[in-house]
């Protein structure tokens, strides 16, 4: 089993700051993608931000705003966000695409998993 775990939500002011944290753990061979997504009260799920390993890619309303980073060596990946908005109010979810085997990277089949959630809320 692969497990994400996530931390660093929580609530601040407009314009204040916040890093998310998300660790991987389980039987990994290796993560390509790593990502962020979030979801707000009544509306779909949406990319935020997303580290390909080869570059990274954000969504319009975050773009100077947040940044994405990867630490391969522990498995991680991390939000940057800074002059956040009241919109950027949602539940933030990290995304690995995860080869779990050897067999699987030959063969090309990664696993599509998720963490739990953290709440991100932005009001004065």
């Known amino acids: 089993q692969v497990q994400l775990v996530e931390s660093g939500g929580g609530l601040v002011q407009p314009g204040g700051s916040l890093r998310l944290s998300c660790a991987a753990s389980?039987?990994?061979?290796?993560?390509?993608?790593m990502g962020w997504y979030r979801q707000a009260p009544g509306k779909q799920r949406e990319l935020v931000a997303i580290d390909s390993g080869a570059g990274t890619n954000y969504t319009d309303s975050v773009k100077g705003r947040f940044t994405i980073s990867r630490d391969n060596a522990k498995k991680s990946v991390y939000l940057q966000m800074n002059s956040l908005k009241p919109e950027d109010t949602a539940v933030y979810y990290c995304?690995?695409?995860?080869?779990?085997?050897?067999?699987?990277?030959?063969?090309?089949?990664?696993?599509?998993?998720w963490g739990q959630g953290t709440q991100v809320t932005v009001s004065s």
């Open positions: 389980g039987s990994i061979f290796g993560i390509t993608a």
């Open positions: 995304n690995a695409l995860v080869y779990r085997t050897y067999a699987d990277y030959v063969g090309n089949r990664r696993g599509d998993y």
